[in-house]
């Protein structure tokens, strides 16, 4: 296994999280409209783990349970801890791209409407979903990486980092809505972007093991985190397609 060079060394640093060490590089993104971070967590190698993930106040630093952005950046990041190495790309794309005033706005007409965020931000005149991930697969390819497991629902994701041509094994995120109105976010993320939510009727295959992309040079820490197999590119993108229930 071939680990991949990059040039952050002067930000390398050692990383604390649930009484366990990582050493994580950073690097700033800017390209394209799309603003954030890229943090390197160990000696990563082709087929790591990688999260791209989208600011979400509400759901991470004021841990709301009304949507799963928090619980899917946990979990990401436990799996990439108990890996031992893996990417994480915070974007700061708040409110699907659309900033935290739309997002307020948006949940406001959905609390007086009684319609899903989607139609919310459609009767708004917002974008539905603005985000895009193209610098960000760039950004993968510039480290050198060539094929990765990504840990996400969305088949945007996927698509976009094809498109730079990496190889992609889709490592889908179960987690548990925390309320009813995040278990509606997500059926509502499944009707109209094709996010891949697992249900009871077709869940993941429960597994729990994921491949890393090194090992870990301390004890596995007990994080908890319950994972998923992971699935071909292809697969995941065929089944987001098939189970599209359709609007209308
Ligand atoms: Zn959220």
């Known amino acids: 296994m ?3 060079v990059s040039d952050l060394v002067d930000t390398d640093h050692r990383f604390g999280r649930k009484g366990h060490d990582l050493r994580v590089r950073v690097r700033e993104l800017n390209s394209d409209g799309e603003r954030g971070h890229l943090l390197v967590f160990g000696a990563v190698t082709d087929g790591c783990l990688v999260r791209v993930h989208s600011r979400c106040l509400y759901g991470e630093a004021l841990g709301s349970d009304d949507c799963d ?20 790309i915070y974007l700061e794309q708040e409110g699907r791209g659309a900033g935290l005033i739309a997002k307020a706005r948006g949940y406001r007409e959905s609390e007086l409407s009684g319609t899903d965020t989607f139609t919310s931000y459609e009767a708004l005149g917002y974008p539905v979903d603005a985000r895009t991930y193209s610098a960000s697969a760039r950004s993968l390819v510039e480290l050198g ?26 490592v889908p995120l179960s987690t548990r809505a925390l309320s009813d109105r995040a278990r509606d976010y997500l059926e509502a993320k499944r009707r109209h972007r094709k996010h891949w939510i697992p249900t009871d009727e077709v869940p993941w295959a429960p597994d729990d093991t994921v491949p890393g992309c090194a090992e870990p040079d301390q004890p596995t820490p007990d994080l908890g985190a319950e994972t998923v197999a992971p699935q071909p590119a292809s ?7 098939g189970r599209d229930p359709g609007d209308g």
């Open 145 to 170: 990486l060539r094929s990765v497991q990504l840990l996400t629902n969305n088949p945007a994701k996927v698509q976009a980092l094809e498109q730079a041509g990496l190889t992609v094994t889709v």
């Open 235 to 241: 697969s995941v993108l065929a089944h987001a397609a």
């Open 69 to 88: 952005c928090g619980p899917e950046l946990e979990k990401s990041l436990d799996l990439i801890q108990r890996a031992g190495a893996g990417v994480l």
């Open 2 to 4: 071939t680990t991949v």
